[in-house]
Each structure stands twice: as C-alpha cells, then as structure tokens.
C-alpha cells in the first residue's frame, strides 16, 4: 500500500485518469468505477448487491475531482447518482500491468545453499498463544513455502491441534489423521521402510492439499532423514536451461492415478502448473502415481526426457535439503510447492513414527489475510483487500 495521493484527475469517454503525486498514472473505466461504488455494497457483509448487468455498458460520468480528504467524487449522468471513492482503495485495486505486478507475491525460491544454516522454525508455544507468532509463522510459510514447529508435544493427534491454529482440516481416503510409520501391509510406499524421492502428495486428486503437517512422535530408527525441495525452485532453473522442456511440463496434462481396496482416483494435469498470470501455482510429482500415459505418440518420448530432466534437477543435492527430524519436530510444507522425500531406514534399529494431516490453500491464506489485516476496521479492511 502506497502513501500517494491523488494529484490531479482528468475523464476522456471510456475512463477517469488519476495521477499520483509519486507519479504513477492509472485509468479506470467508468463501468469498473460505477460497479466498485461504495454504495454497491452491502453496509454489513461487503457483498456486491448492484448487479453489474443493470449499468449501462456506455456509462459516463456528468463531472469527476477531487473532493475533501483527498477522495474521488463522481456524479453519473445517467441517474445523478454520487460516488465517493477512497484513494488508498483505488491506487490499490488499479489494474494496469505495472500496478498489478507490485502487487504479485513473489516467495523466495532456495537452494540448500540459499538456506545455509537458516531452518525457518517457529516454537509450538509461541503461536498456539499468540496471533503475532502465528502471523509471523504463516508468512514464514508463504515466503519459503515451509517452516518447523518446534517443541510439540509428543503425544498422539497433537498435530491436529497444530493444524487446526490455522483453519480446518482436509480429509482424504487416508483419513483426517494418518500415521507414518513402517506397516506389515501398507497401502501406500510411505508406510514402508523404503527411501522415497522427493514428491508431491494426493497427486491423483483434483485438488492437492495445501499444507502438509508430518509430526514427529518417535525417531529411534538409523536413516530415514527427511528431504525437501523446493520445486518452484527447480521449475525457474528449468525454465533457463531447457524452456523446450519446461513448456511441455507446464502444458502437456499428464495422468496420476492411486488405488487400494478401497479407493481407485485418478487427475490429469501438467507436472508444473501456472496460473492465469503465468506465475507458478503447484508442481504436481510423484513417479509411485504416474499412470501409463495418455498423450499423442509425438509427445511420449519428449515428454520422457522432459520429466527425466526435471527429476534429475529435483535430486540435484543443491536443491534436496536434508534434515533430521526430533521427536516434537513438525515439519510443515507447502504440498503444491515444496515436495518432501526421506531416505530409507532401517525398522529393526528402531522406531520411525510420525503422525500428520492437511489444510487446504485457501484456508491457510484466508487465515494469514485476516491476521495481517488485524487492527483495522472491518469494512475498511474488506474495501482495500478486494
């Protein structure tokens, strides 16, 4: 949010122009304004109740300037209607490719060099009793896409507690909870002794969960130390050594498919997705779900090499960062962004015990907006987030 102020105001037939007095130049369209009126919204919820359908599309103001606190006043020539527009709301929600690019999050991609000796970590207590911790956590999350709980306590379903600081918890077919550890008749590799490269959870699911927790109860075992990566990481990396693969992974769908007894689902979409602003959005990995593929002959063998390129990356040591987890560690992650792996152990030297579970993406955002915005009064909070 910027301190500039409206500087001068001008109106062509199609948009008002307001300069700033840092200097940006921004232009909205007279139908945007008239829809965005703040009397277009409910007093109480903030919800639109203008229907946009009911403005007319060629709408144009009978006279716009700059009234008293510095906020644009607008008399519409259609009905005499009078609209009063806060200028931190407007220099905030303009559109022009500039303005919406400062406004684009960028998290920090690493390497295990970048990281060095710095592990993201906050303490249990801390931010299960106060929300500045809790805040400062998520955003740890959101700008390295994990970050380690430490000092919870070791007893059962306490990552629960953990997850549901934040917001609700997803539920899949292997339960709200679920355990991992080494089981006489698994069915899935994360229940084995066995080394799993880094990947992504429920890839064969529409929706992937958001954040992961994976608590840690017991350690005893010899091996097994935990793997992350930061697969926006790698994605960028790929993108400059071999855009030729990196288009076909952000492009060609590929299928993923899970089944036990009692479960059979299947997804089909990029390796590497983007979203509608070409930024990255989730990496979807994991070699144990990849389907027989379902794609035209031209693109088998290309799409072989491209996935062989981006594994070989995803290995790379520069990007797998390893670590140890202590009984009381919880290690949350990103599931659309960081994908997370352990090396093999051994169960006979010892137990190898960790519980976890899922919040959705929109949940744990929901929750970081609402702290961040914390303080400010309701309305006014809701009118500068949209």
Request: hydrophobic content about 35%.
């Given at each position: 949010m910027s301190?500039?102020?409206?500087?001068?105001?001008?109106?062509?037939?199609?948009?008002?122009?307001?300069?700033?007095?840092?200097?940006?130049?921004?232009?909205?369209?007279?139908?945007?304004l008239?829809?965005?009126?703040?009397?277009?919204?409910?007093?109480?919820?903030?919800?639109?109740?203008?229907?946009?359908?009911?403005i007319p599309l060629d709408i144009t103001p009978a006279a716009a300037h700059l009234a008293d606190e510095?906020?644009?006043?607008?008399?519409?020539?259609?009905?005499?209607?009078?609209?009063?527009?806060?200028?931190?709301?407007?220099?905030?929600n303009a559109y022009e490719p500039e303005a919406r690019a400062e406004r684009r999050?960028?998290?920090?991609?690493?390497?295990?060099?970048?990281?060095?000796?710095?592990?993201?970590?906050?303490?249990y207590d801390a931010i299960m009793t106060g929300d500045a911790a809790l805040r400062d956590w998520l955003s740890l999350l959101r700008q390295y896409g994990f970050a380690i709980v430490r000092g919870v306590p070791t007893e059962s379903e306490m990552v629960l507690k953990v997850a549901e600081r934040i917001s609700f918890l997803r539920?899949?077919?292997?339960?709200?909870?679920?355990?991992?550890?080494?089981?006489?008749?698994?069915?899935?590799?994360?229940?084995?002794?066995?080394?799993?490269?880094?990947?992504?959870?429920?890839?064969s699911r529409e929706a992937q969960p958001g954040l992961q927790f994976l608590h840690c109860l017991v350690f005893d075992a010899a091996g097994g130390?935990?793997?992350?990566?930061?697969?926006?990481a790698v994605a960028e990396e790929l993108r400059h050594t071999d855009p030729k693969d990196w288009e076909l992974l952000t492009t060609l769908p590929i299928r993923f498919r899970y089944q036990d007894k009692a479960t059979d689902v299947e997804a089909?979409?990029?390796?590497?997705?983007?979203?509608?602003?070409?930024?990255?959005?989730?990496?979807?990995?994991?070699?144990?779900?990849?389907a027989p593929l379902d794609v035209d002959h031209k693109h088998v063998l290309p799409f072989y090499r491209a996935f062989d390129n981006f594994s070989r990356l995803l290995r790379d040591p520069r990007y797998e960062y390893k670590f140890r987890l202590q009984p009381g560690?919880?290690?949350?992650?990103?599931?659309?962004?960081?994908?997370?792996?352990?090396?093999?152990?051994?169960?006979?030297?010892?137990?190898?015990?960790?519980?976890?579970?899922?919040?959705?993406?929109?949940?744990?955002?929901?929750?970081?907006?609402?702290?961040?915005?914390?303080?400010?009064d309701f309305r006014e909070s809701m009118s500068i987030i949209r």
């Open positions: 301190a500039a102020a409206i500087e001068k105001v001008a109106c062509d037939k199609e948009c008002v122009t307001i300069t700033w007095t840092n200097g940006r130049t921004n232009r909205y369209h007279h139908i945007w008239r829809h965005n009126c703040p009397t277009a919204r409910h007093k109480v919820v903030g919800e639109y109740t203008l229907d946009p359908v009911s510095g906020r644009l006043h607008i008399t519409w020539a259609n009905d005499n209607h009078h609209s009063h527009y806060d200028p931190v709301w407007l220099y905030t999050f960028r998290p920090l991609l690493w390497t295990t060099d970048l990281l060095g000796n710095f592990l993201p970590e906050v303490h539920n899949s077919n292997f339960g709200v909870l679920f355990n991992v550890e080494s089981m006489p008749d698994p069915n899935s590799l994360a229940y084995t002794a066995v080394k799993l490269n880094a990947h992504t959870d429920l890839v130390e935990s793997i992350l990566v930061d697969g926006f089909k979409f990029p390796i590497i997705r983007l979203d509608a602003d070409g930024n990255y959005f989730e990496v979807r990995y994991s070699t144990a779900l990849l560690d919880c290690e949350v992650f990103d599931n659309r962004r960081v994908l997370h792996g352990r090396d093999e152990f051994n169960p006979q030297s010892g137990p190898r015990h960790l519980q976890g579970c899922y919040i959705d993406t929109d949940d744990y955002l929901s929750r970081l907006k609402v702290l961040e915005r914390n303080g400010r």
